[in-house]
C-alpha cells in the first residue's frame, strides 16, 4: 500500500527565485580572457619556452585539482575553471625557460598544498599560484632567477640577462639624487626605455612584462566588474609615492617593471584572499603596495610583490573584521 | 502639488529583470467566485483571528468569520456566502499552519436567513472623528497588503509620544513581475486620493510623498493628475529604478533622507508611517463605501501561465482556481511562488488560498528557475555590495554555515531585512538569505526560550 | 648584628600576622560539597537539566534549590551519589531517552517538492512546510542531530534516528524539531508507536505508506481501552509510557506497520 509519488514536483527552495545569472565559471573564464594579452606578450618575448611553460602549468593543475578530487571523493572542480586560471597565473609568474619539470612541481604544489588541502576554491588562505611561486623560489633559486633576454629568438647571442629589478635595487645604495654617481649613472642607462617598459621588451616573468597588455586585461576585467578599482588603484599608488619619497630607481619604474602590474591587477585582487569590503580592499592595496617596496629597498630579493602580497594574504581575514560594513540604520 | 526626484541614494540594491510587461496593461478583471473559498485565519501579522463559525453553519457575504484576537490583529470576514464545510488547519504560503474556514460557495441559502451582502455603514471622512475612522479600518479588516500584513489600525494610531511627520504613499512595486498596484494606481486613482487624505486626516495631517519607481510614467501621471488639486505638503517622489525600493526603509531614505535605526526600531520613530497603494485604496471603500476588504488585485504571471493577468478575486481563492482563471499552465510548471520572485514563497502545491497579503502568483518553467548550490564562498564581495543593509552577508553565511550563530548576531544579521540581494548576486549560488533567516529563527528562538525563563523566574 | 636579625624576624612574623589575618577576612567560603557534587556529575555540561552547565546544577544542589535527579545523562547511580554527598533522598529518575515519532523513510513516504536549499529542518519547514508529503513527519535535515552533545542522532534515508545506547535524555532535540516529533520515552520501554500524524487513515496513505490509520487494532489487542496501555490523538494512536505495554504481538498485528520493538538504532560504538 505504497503512495504513489507523483513523479513531477516543484521546486521548493527560499527566496529569492531569481538570479544574477553571474556564475564562478563565467567569472573564472574572464579572468582567462583577460590574462590572454599578457600571454600572447610573453610569448611573442619568450618565444617557444613561453608556450612550453604555460602548457605544462595549465594542464599539470587541471590534472592535480582532478586527482585531488578524486582523491578526497568530492565532486569535480574542473568545470569552475579555477585550476586553469591558477595555472594560467602560476605560468605568467615563472620566467620563461625554466626546466620543464619544475613547472609540474610547482602547479603540483600550487594546487594540491596551496588550494586543496585546505578544502579547494573558497577556502585556501593564500593565493596558490603566488604560495607556488614563492615556494619554487626558495626551492629553486637559481633557475627561477634566471632570465631570458627578450626577443632572443631574434638575436640569439646573449640568452640571459638580468632583470631591470636587479639594477634597480642598486640604485638604492648610491645616492642618485645628487648629481648621479657613474655607477648609479650607468644602472639608469641599462634600464629599458619607458616605451620598452610599456610593451614588455625587458627580461623577467613570462606574463609580467607587458605593462600595457596588462592594463589592457584590467581594464577588460573593470569592464566586466569582476574586479574593483579599489585593490589595484591603491596598491599601484602606494607603490608610486613610495617611490617618489623614498628616491632610488624613478617611480614610473618601480611600477612597470617587475611583479607590480600583475599583481596589483591579477594576483592582489584574487577573491579568496583578498577581504570583501571597499574598504578593506583599499587597506589590503596600501598593505601590498607598501610591503612590496619595503621589500624591494631593504629586502635580500629584488622583487617584493609576491611575498607582499602573500603577508597581506594572511592579514586579509582581520582586514575584513576590521572594515565590516557599518549596517544601515546602525549607530 | 509637485513631483520631485529622489534625492537619495542607498548603497547596494540589485536591478533582477522585471519581467513586468507580462502583466502590464491587463486592466484589472474582477474574478467569479469560486466553488470553494479557504480562509485562514492567520492572513495578517500577528494573532491570527478567533475562528468564531463551525462546520455546517451558513455563512453571508460579509459575515465576521474570526474575531480580531488581541491588539496586533484585524478580523476575518467571508469573501462570498456559502456552506461552511469544515474549519481545519491549513497550510498557508509561508509553511505555518493556521485555521482556515473552508466554504462551499454553492450551497443554497436555507430558509429564512437574510442572503444580502453584509457591509458596514458608509462614513462621512470629513466630519468623522479620528476615533470612528481608526475602529472603521480595523472593522473592515484591513492590513498592510503590500506583503507583511501589518495590520493598518496600529499603524495608523501611533503610541503616545511619537508623531506622524511624513505619510510615505508606497507605490515603488519593486518586486518583479508584479503589477498589481501599478494597476491600482492606473484604474483606481481617485480611490488612492481619497484613502490618502483620510489617511492623512487620522494621522493629524502629516505631509504625504507618493514613492513610486521611474518604469512606471503612466501611474506617475494618474497619480498626479488624481493629486492635482489636493492641497498641503503632497509630492510624488520618482524614485530610480533599484531593488529593494519598496522596503519601507529604503523607501523612507529615498523619498524623505531619514534612516531607521537598527530593529526594534520602527518608521515611527523617524516620524514615518508607509502604506501601500492597496491598502490606501482598501481604506477609502471602507470609510466612503462601508465596503469590507473581501477581495484583493493578484498578478498571475510568469512564463508557465497562459494568460498572465491582473486579477481581483474574493480572498481564500485557491491557487488552483486562479490559474484556471488565467487559462491554466503554459507546459511544466518549475517553480509556483506565492508573492514576488524576490521574497515571495516556493510552494509545494497550488491547493493553498490567496490572502490579504497575496501580490502576485508566479508560475515558472524550467528556464526561469536556477538551483542553489552548496559550493564555497569565493569571497567575491558581490553579496557585500548588493546588500542594502550594508551587511557583509558574506560572513554571516559562513557563518551560520558552521553553526556560529553568535558570529552572525555580531555581524547584525538581524538587521538583514531578508530583501534576497545577496543570494541574487553570488556566483557561487550560495543561499545566502535563507542563512540569514537561518539565524534570524534560532536568535529569535533563543530570546524566546530566554524571556519565557526569566517570566518562569519571576513567577517563581 | 641581633639588632638586625630582630628587625627582620619582626618585619617577617607581622607580615605573616597580617596574611593570616587577611586570610580569614578575606577568603570566600565556598562550600567544599560543590566541588563534590560537580564531580559527581557526568561533566557532559548537556544543559538537559535546566541549568547553565553541570557546575550550575551542583550549585543549585547545594543551594537546595533544585531535586536531585534532574540529571538525565548521570541517571540514577549519579543521583544516588548526590544523595550519599547531600543527604537528600533521590526522586527516582528513569532514564530517558529520545524517540523520533516516524517512520516514513524515502521510500514509504512521499515527497511533495525538490527542496533545494540548506540542510536545516527549521528552514525546509519554514519553505511551504517542507518537501514531505506528511506535514507532521521528520523532514531528515537533521536539526536535531546538529544539536545533539551526545551525536546520537543519525539522519537515515531520510529518517532521524537515535542511538538509544548514547543518548543522555537531554531533550535538546526535542527543543530543535520543527514538527516537534521527538518525545523523551523510558529507556525500558520497548513497543513504540512511530508516528506523529493525526489525520484520517486515507488521509494518511496519501502521503505515508507506513502512517497510523488509528485504527485502534493496538489498542484491542492489548487488552483493550480499559488495559489503557494506548491513548489517541486524532487518528493517531499513542503508547502511554505510564503503562506501557508488553505484550510484542500486537506490533506484528499493526495493519499501518508503524509500530516497532526498540526501533533505537545502535551502532557499533
Ligand atoms: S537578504 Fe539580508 S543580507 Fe542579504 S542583501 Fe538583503 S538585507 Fe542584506
Ligand atoms: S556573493 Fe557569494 S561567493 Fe561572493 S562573497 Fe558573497 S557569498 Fe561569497
Ligand atoms: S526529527 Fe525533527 S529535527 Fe530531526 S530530522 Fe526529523 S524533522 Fe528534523
Ligand atoms: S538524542 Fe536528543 S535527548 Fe538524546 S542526547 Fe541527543 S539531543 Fe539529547
Known amino acids: 500500500m505504497k503512495p504513489k509519488d507523483t513523479a513531477e514536483h516543484f521546486i521548493l527552495s527560499s527566496s529569492p527565485h531569481a538570479h544574477a545569472d553571474s556564475s564562478v565559471s563565467r567569472i573564472m573564464l574572464d579572468v582567462i580572457i583577460a590574462l590572454l594579452p599578457t600571454t600572447a606578450a610573453g610569448i611573442w618575448f619568450f618565444g617557444l619556452p613561453a608556450v612550453w611553460t604555460v602548457a605544462t602549468c595549465v594542464a599539470t593543475c587541471i590534472v592535480t585539482e582532478a586527482l585531488c578530487r578524486m582523491a578526497m571523493k568530492r565532486e569535480s572542480t574542473i568545470g569552475d575553471m579555477s585550476a586553469i586560471v591558477t595555472g594560467l597565473l602560476l605560468a605568467l609568474n615563472l620566467p620563461a625557460g625554466l626546466p620543464l619539470w619544475m613547472a609540474v612541481v610547482g602547479s ?36 627561477m632567477t634566471t632570465w631570458l633576454k627578450p626577443l632572443w629568438w631574434k638575436t640569439p647571442e646573449a640568452m640571459t640577462t638580468a632583470t631591470p629589478l636587479a639594477l634597480m635595487k642598486g640604485l638604492y645604495a648610491v645616492d642618485c639624487t645628487a648629481s648621479a654617481t657613474p655607477h648609479a649613472r650607468h644602472a639608469l642607462e641599462e634600464l629599458p626605455s619607458l616605451c620598452d617598459m610599456l610593451v614588455g621588451n625587458m627580461p623577467g616573468c613570462i606574463g609580467e612584462v607587458s605593462a600595457a597588455a596588462l592594463a589592457l586585461g584590467a581594464v577588460y576585467l573593470l569592464w566586466r566588474k569582476v574586479i574593483t578599482w579599489h585593490i589595484p588603484v591603491a596598491f599601484i599608488a602606494t607603490v608610486v609615492v613610495y ?24 594576483m592582489a585582487t584574487d577573491y579568496v584572499t583578498s577581504p ?56 | 502639488m509637485k513631483t520631485v526626484k529622489s534625492q537619495f541614494k542607498f548603497k547596494g540594491g540589485v536591478h533582477p529583470d522585471y519581467n513586468k510587461e507580462l502583466a502590464r496593461g491587463k486592466a484589472i478583471e474582477r474574478m467569479p467566485v469560486p466553488a470553494e473559498l479557504v480562509v ?27 474575531e480580531r484576537n488581541g491588539f496586533i490583529s484585524v478580523p476575518v470576514y467571508a469573501p462570498a456566502s456559502g456552506l461552511v464545510k469544515s474549519v481545519e488547519p491549513r497550510f ?36 468623522a472623528t479620528k476615533e470612528e475612522l481608526l475602529a472603521r479600518v480595523n472593522d473592515a479588516g484591513i492590513c498592510g497588503m503590500g506583503g507583511a500584513g501589518f495590520p493598518t489600525c496600529v499603524k495608523l494610531n501611533p503610541p503616545p509620544g511619537k508623531r506622524c511627520e511624513y505619510l510615505i504613499l508606497n507605490g515603488a512595486e519593486c518586486e518583479p513581475y508584479l503589477c498589481a498596484d501599478h494597476h491600482l ?12 487624505e483620510i489617511m492623512r486626516k487620522i494621522l493629524g495631517m502629516p505631509a504625504v510623498r507618493i514613492a513610486i519607481e521611474a518604469n512606471k510614467p503612466d501611474a506617475i501621471a494618474a497619480m498626479e493628475k488624481a493629486f492635482a488639486d489636493i492641497d498641503g505638503n503632497v509630492e510624488i517622489v520618482v524614485l530610480p529604478v533599484l531593488y529593494p525600493q519598496g522596503s519601507e526603509k529604503h523607501q523612507i531614505f529615498a523619498t524623505v533622507g531619514r534612516v531607521v535605526p537598527e530593529p526594534p526600531a520602527l518608521p515611527i520613530d523617524v516620524g514615518c508611517v508607509v502604506e501601500n497603494v492597496g491598502t490606501v485604496a482598501a481604506i477609502a471603500d471602507a470609510v466612503e463605501k462601508g465596503a469590507i476588504l473581501l477581495s484583493r488585485v493578484t498578478t498571475v504571471s510568469g512564463d508557465a501561465v497562459a494568460e498572465p493577468k491582473n486579477v481581483e478575486a474574493p480572498l481564500g481563492t485557491k491557487y488552483s482556481d486562479l490559474i484556471a482563471f488565467c487559462g491554466g499552465e503554459k507546459g511544466r510548471v518549475a517553480k509556483l511562488i506565492s508573492g514576488g520572485t524576490m521574497m515571495g514563497f516556493a510552494v509545494s502545491t497550488a491547493d493553498i488560498s490567496t490572502t490579504k497579503t497575496t501580490s502576485g502568483l508566479l508560475l515558472l518553467s524550467g528556464r526561469r528557475v536556477f538551483q542553489y548550490s552548496s559550493q564555497a564562498c569565493i569571497n567575491c564581495g558581490r553579496c557585500v555590495r548588493a546588500c542594502p543593509m550594508n551587511l557583509n552577508a558574506a560572513e554571516i553565511a559562513k557563518a551560520v554555515e558552521s553553526d556560529d550563530i553568535k558570529s552572525a548576531e555580531d555581524a547584525h544579521v538581524m538587521t538583514c531585512i531578508e530583501c534576497g540581494a545577496c543570494s541574487f548576486s553570488c556566483p557561487a549560488y550560495r543561499p545566502i538569505t535563507q542563512f540569514c533567516r537561518r539565524a534570524k529563527n534560532s536568535i529569535r528562538a533563543r530570546i524566546a526560550a530566554e524571556k519565557a525563563k526569566a517570566a518562569a523566574a519571576a513567577a517563581k | 648584628m641581633t639588632t638586625a636579625i630582630l628587625i627582620i624576624a619582626g618585619i617577617g612574623l607581622a607580615a605573616a600576622a597580617t596574611l593570616a589575618v587577611a586570610d580569614i577576612c578575606l577568603s570566600v567560603k565556598e562550600d567544599p560539597r560543590i566541588g563534590l557534587v560537580t564531580a559527581a556529575l557526568p561533566g557532559a555540561n548537556c544543559g538537559g537539566c535546566g541549568f547553565p552547565g553541570c557546575d550550575g546544577y551542583a550549585r543549585a544542589l547545594v543551594a537546595g534549590t533544585a531535586p536531585n535527579g534532574a540529571c538525565a545523562a548521570g541517571g540514577d547511580a549519579c543521583a544516588a551519589a548526590i544523595a550519599k554527598i547531600l543527604g537528600v533522598a533521590a526522586t527516582a529518575t528513569e532514564k530517558r531517552v529520545a524517540l523520533v515519532k516516524c517512520c516514513g523513510t524515502r521510500s514509504e513516504a512521499i515527497r511533495v517538492g525538490d527542496y533545494n536549499g540548506i540542510c536545516d529542518c527549521n528552514v525546509a519547514a519554514a519553505t511551504a512546510g517542507g518537501d514531505k508529503g506528511c506535514t507532521y513527519g521528520c523532514l531528515g535535515y537533521g536539526a536535531c542531530a546538529n544539536v545533539c552533545p551526545k551525536g546520537a542522532i543519525s539522519v537515515q534515508d531520510g529518517l532521524a534516528k537515535v542511538d538509544k545506547r548514547l543518548c543522555i535524555g537531554c531533550g535538546k532535540c526535542v527543543a530543535a524539531c520543527p514538527k516537534k516529533l521527538i518525545e523523551l520515552v523510558p529507556a525500558s520501554a520497548t513497543i513504540h508507536v512511530l508516528c506523529n500524524n493525526p489525520d484520517k487513515g486515507p488521509t494518511v496513505r496519501k502521503v505515508c505508506g507506513v502512517g497510523c490509520m488509528g485504527c485502534h487494532l493496538c489498542e484491542r489487542n492489548s487488552g483493550g481501552k480499559e488495559a489503557g496501555h494506548f491513548t489517541f490523538q486524532g487518528f493517531l494512536a499513542k503508547v502511554n509510557y505510564e503503562n506501557p505495554p508488553t505484550d510484542e504481538q500486537i506490533v506484528a498485528k499493526c495493519p499501518a506497520k508503524c509500530m516497532s520493538v526498540d526501533p533505537h538504532f545502535e551502532t557499533g560504538h
Not at chain 2, 494573532?47 to 474570526?66: E, M
Not at chain 2, 494606481?185 to 490618502?196: I, P, Q
Open chain 1, 243 to 266: 617611490s617618489l619619497i623614498a628616491g632610488g630607481a624613478p617611480a614610473y619604474a618601480q611600477v612597470l617593471t617587475g611583479g607590480v602590474m600583475i599583481g596589483a591587477c591579477f
Open chain 2, 40 to 66: 485562514s485565519m492567520s492572513q495578517h501579522l500577528g494573532a491570527p483571528a478567533k475562528c468564531i463559525v463551525k462546520a455546517g453553519d451558513y455563512v453571508v457575504k460579509g459575515q465576521l468569520l474570526g
Open chain 1, 276 to 331: 570583501t569590503t571597499s574598504a578593506g580592499k583599499l587597506v589590503f592595496g596600501f598593505g601590498c603596495g607598501l610591503i612590496c617596496m619595503l621589500i624591494r629597498q631593504f629586502g635580500s630579493y629584488p622583487e617584493g610583490c609576491s611575498f607582499a602580497i602573500l603577508i597581506m594574504n594572511a592579514l586579509a581575514p582581520l582586514i575584513n573584521r576590521w572594515t565590516r560594513p557599518r549596517p544601515f540604520g546602525a549607530k
Open chain 2, 185 to 196: 494606481m492606473l484604474e483606481r486613482a481617485d480611490r488612492v486620493r481619497l484613502g490618502v
Open chain 1, 108 to 143: 603540483v604544489f600550487a594546487i594540491g598544498v596551496a588550494k586543496q588541502v585546505f578544502g579547494g576554491l573558497g577556502m585556501n588562505p593564500f593565493n596558490p599560484a603566488l604560495a607556488a611561486r614563492a615556494f619554487m623560489l626558495i626551492s629553486f633559486t637559481g633557475p
Open chain 2, 92 to 127: 498557508g504560503p509561508a509553511g505555518g499552519k493556521a485555521p482556515a474556514v473552508v466554504i462551499d460557495t454553492t450551497a443554497a441559502a436555507p430558509e429564512g436567513v437574510d442572503a444580502t451582502e453584509r457591509t458596514l455603514a458608509p462614513l462621512d471622512w470629513k466630519t
